[in-house]
C-alpha cells in the first residue's frame, strides 16, 4: 500500500459547514513521505483482558493454566460466544480470554456490571452492530500506511455506532443509576465526534468516494476536469459520425485507449483521418483506434487533470490518515470499553439463558448479614445448583428439540423456576441439582461414596462456580448464592501420568499437589481428586493425612475426595474438618448424586459391580471377604442406621416443604388482607360521598316528581269547575304521599336484629357476626356453658361471645318488599343454598380488590360477557363478589342467570341482607 503523504495542515475541531474551508490547496509538486511516530503501546489505558495476573510467579501461572484446562473453563467461555455483538467480543469468548477479577472489589465491579446489563435488557438490547475491530486500521495508520476510503469509513461506522451506545445508556432516565456500572467503563472514553465529522464531510460511505468538498482544489480540478470531457465527448462524437456516414465503420464508436480516448475507423477508410495517431489496432486488423489531431489537447489535458485528481484524493486522504493516527490511542481504548460493555451484555443474557442468580460474597468470618438479622452461619450456601456446561448441552438438547420454539421454551422455564421453585416438569432432570453447603470455621471437606456417584462432578461444580463470580458470571442456582472469594482455585483432578517425564499415576498426582502446596494461601480453594490414590493404602492414608493438615493450617477451603474411611476419622478430633458423602440408593442400586454433608459414604463398590453384571460367585467371594475384615453386626448396625437416617432426613424435607407451603398461603393471605386494612379508611370515605351523593340525587328526584306533580294540579284547577277543586286536591296528595313513601321506602333494606338475651343460636344455622362486620358466618359447634359459640367465616373459624351474635329475621313489614318483591325469593333461595352442607372449603370470604367484578353501568349483553370472563379466570375453590347494584334490575338478572348456568359456579348468595346490589359466588 502507498504511503502517506507528508502534509502540514491540520483540522481542529473546524464547524462542519465551514470545514472545507479549512483544507489548504495543494500544490501539484512531488509529494513527500512523512515519517510517523513509532508504534505505541496503549497498556497503561487499555482495560486488560488477560484472565491471570502478570504478578504470578511462572510456576504459579502454569499452575492456574492447567487448573482452568481442568475446570474446562474454555469449554464455558465458549458458551459465551452466541451472547456477544462484536467480533473482538466473540474473539475474546472463543479464546477464554474473558475478564476474571484480581480482587474482590473487581469482581464485585465485574458482577454489578452484569445486574446493570439485565436491567438495560428490560427496555431492550443495546445496538452494537455498526461496530467493527478497526485494531488492524489502527495500527496501519500509525505505522504510515495510507488508509483507503473502506477502511476510513470502517472508522467513522465504528464511532458513531460506540456513540449511539453511550447516548443510549445516558438517555435511560430515572434508570440512569441503574445502568451507571456500565456508564463507569465510558465516562473516561473519547469518541472522537469531530474525526468522525471530517470523515463524513470528505466521504460518502454510502458511494465510497471522496466528495468535491473536501477541498478547493479537488472542486476546481473535477469542475475543469468535467467541462473537458464535455468538449472532447463532443468532439470525438461528431468526428466518429463523419466516418459513420462516410462508411468507414458500422456504426459510430468513440471509445479509450492508452488512457486516450479516440474513435474507431476501419483500416480501409484511415485516410478519413489524415492527422490521427493510430493508438491500437483490433485483432483482426480490420479495425483501427486513432486519435484525431484536434482531440490531441483536449487527452493532453484530461491526462494531466487525472493525475491532479489523483493526487488530490491521495492528499486527502493522507490528511484523514494522519488524524486517524493522531487519534490512535484514544479509539483503541474507547474500543476495549465497548468491548467490556459487550462481554457485560453477553454475561446478562447468559445468565438470562441458564436461568441464573447473582453470587453475593461471605467474608473470612462469614459476617454477613442474612434476611433474619443474623450472622450467616455457612461460609458456602449454593442451593440447585447444576454444572453450568452440563445444564448448557441439556438446555441446547432441549432447544434442538423444540426448534424455533426454543424461546418460549425458555421463557416458559424460567416462569416455573420463579413460580414453584422446583424445575417444570418439561425440563430435564439432566444435570441432577446439588446442594453446597460448607460451614463457616472449616478448612476440609473430605467427600467419600461410590464411584460414579458425582464426586468429582460435585467438586468441579463448586470449582467453576468459583470462577464465574470471579468473572461476573451469574449461577445456575437457585435463591441467592453464598461463597467466598478465593485468590486461585487450585485443582489436582484426572491423571498425570507422563511417559515424557517419566511420571506414574502417582507421581504425577503427588508432583500436582507439591506445586499446589507451594502456589496456594490462606485465601485459596484447593480441588483434590481421590488424594494419594494408587499406593499402599496405608502409606496414602499417612501422606494425605499429613497433606490434609497442612491445609487445614494455609489455605481458606480444600475439598478432597477419597475412599480411604480413616480420612472421615479427622472431623472427631478436628472441628474444622468436614466429612460429606455421596447419596446412593439400594433400592435401585444408583446413585442419586446427591451430597450428604456431614455424613460419611461407603464405596459400594460390590453393589456397583453386580449392577454392572458381574458373575455372582465372584460377587459372594468379595462378600465373603469383607465380612473377614469387618465385624458382621458392626457391619449390619451401620446399614441399618444409615437406612434410618435417610429415612429420618425424607420425613423431615416432606414436612418441611409442607409447612413452607402452608406459611406461603398464610402469608399470601396476610398481606392482601393487610392491604384492604390500610385502604379501609380511604374505602370509608369514599362510600360515605357515593352515599351521600346517591341520597342528595334521589331527593332531587324525589323534589322534582312532586313539583311536576304540582304543576299539573294547578294547571288543571284553573280550568276546573268549584266541584272538582276538592277531588284534583285529594288525587294530588295521593300522589304526593306516594312518591314519598316510594323514595322513603329505597332508604334501606334492613334485617331486624332478635334480642340476643333470649336467643340461643343452633347448630348450622346462618347468624350475623357483630366482631367481623356483621358478615354472615355459620354455626358449627353448639353453644357451651360460658355463653360462647364457635363459627366458620369461610375458611376461618372462630370462637365467639354469645352476645356478639345476631339472628337474621326477615321484616314482613318492610317496605323494601314493596319495592322489589323478587328480593325475597333470591334471599330465601340464597339462605337454603348456605345451610346446605359443604363437601369442599371455598377461600374466605373477604371481599378485596382482585376478586370483585363491578358490572355497574354496563348494558346486559356486557356485562354478561365481562361476568363470564371473570369467574373463567379466577382460581378453583375460591369466591368471587360481583357488583350489579339495583337499578332497574335488568343487568341484575343478567348476572344471577350467567350465574345460575355456568358450570363453575357452584353456588350463589346475597352479600349480606343488607346489600341486595352484590352478590357473592362459589367457584368450583
Known sequence: ????????????????????????????????????????????????????????????????LETLKTLEWSSLCNQLTPFTSTSMGQSITRNAKIPIGKSKEESQKLLDQTA???????????????????????????????????????????LRAARAVLERLKDSGDCSERYAPLLEILQNCSFQIELEKKVGFCIDCNLSKILDRASEDLEIIRSERKRNMENLDRLLKGISARIFQAGGIDKPLVTKRRSRLCVGVRASHRYLIPDGVVLNVSSSGVTYFMEPGEAVELNNLEVMLSDSEKAEEIAILSLLTSEIAESARDIKYMLDGIIEVDLSFARAAYAYWMNGVRPIWTSEGCGGISSSGGDYLLSIDIEGIRHPLLHGTSRKRLSNILGSNSLNFMEMDEDSMLDTGKPSKNVSEFPVPINIKVECGTRVVVISGPNTGGKTASMKTLGVASLMSKAGLYLPAKNTPKLPWFDFVLADIGDHQSLEQNLSTFSGHISRICKILE????????????????TD??????????????????????????HYADLSLLKDKDSRFENAAMEFS????????????????????????????????????ARKWVEKLVPEKQQERSGMLYQSLLEERNRLEAQARKAASLHTEIMELYHEIQAEAED????????????????????????????????????????????????????SESAIASIVEAHCSSDSLPASETDTSSYTPQLGEQVLVKRLGNKLATVVEAPRDDETVLVQYGKIRVRMKKSDIRAIKSDKKSKATILVPSLKRQVKQSFSELNKDEEVSHGPRVQTSKNTVDLRGMRVEEAAQHLNMAISAREPLSVIFVVHGMGTGAVKEGALEVLGKHPRVAKYEPESPMNFGCTVAYIK
Open 680 to 731: 379501609l379508611d380511604g374505602r370509608v370515605k369514599a362510600l360515605m360521598a357515593k352515599e351521600t351523593q346517591l341520597v342528595q340525587l334521589e331527593l332531587k328526584a324525589a323534589n322534582s316528581q312532586i313539583e311536576t306533580v304540582v304543576q299539573n294540579v294547578e294547571t288543571q284547577l284553573r280550568k276546573a269547575s268549584p266541584d272538582q277543586f276538592n277531588s284534583l286536591i285529594k288525587k
Open 537 to 562: 493404602p496405608s502409606e496414602g492414608v499417612a501422606l494425605s493425612t499429613s497433606i490434609l493438615h497442612y491445609l487445614r493450617d494455609h489455605v481458606n477451603l480444600a475439598v478432597v475426595t477419597t
Open 116 to 158: 446493570a446489563a439485565l436491567a438495560v435488557m428490560e427496555s431492550g438490547p443495546l445496538d452494537f452492530s455498526g461496530i467493527e475491530d478497526i485494531t488492524r486500521i489502527l495500527d496501519s495508520a500509525v505505522s504510515g500506511t495510507l488508509l483507503t476510503v473502506g477502511e476510513l469509513c470502517a472508522v467513522r461506522r465504528t
Open 1 to 64: 500500500m502507498p504511503k502517506i503523504p507528508s502534509l502540514s495542515l491540520s483540522l481542529k475541531n473546524p464547524p462542519l459547514m465551514e470545514l472545507s474551508n479549512h483544507f489548504i490547496s495543494i500544490k501539484k509538486s512531488p509529494i513527500l513521505f512523512f515519517t510517523t511516530k513509532p508504534p505505541f503501546s496503549t497498556k497503561a489505558l487499555t482495560k486488560p483482558f488477560d484472565s491471570h495476573s502478570p504478578k504470578l510467579t511462572p510456576p504459579a501461572h502454569s499452575l492456574q
Open 586 to 621: 439400594l433400592e435401585t442400586l444408583q446413585p442419586t448424586y446427591q451430597i450428604l454433608w456431614g455424613c460419611t459414604g461407603d464405596s459400594n463398590a460390590l453393589s456397583i459391580a453386580k449392577s454392572f453384571g458381574f458373575d455372582s460367585n465372584i460377587i459372594e467371594r
Open 519 to 534: 502456589v496456594a494461601s490462606n485465601e485459596s480453594l484447593v480441588l483434590v481428586d481421590e488424594i494419594c490414590s494408587g
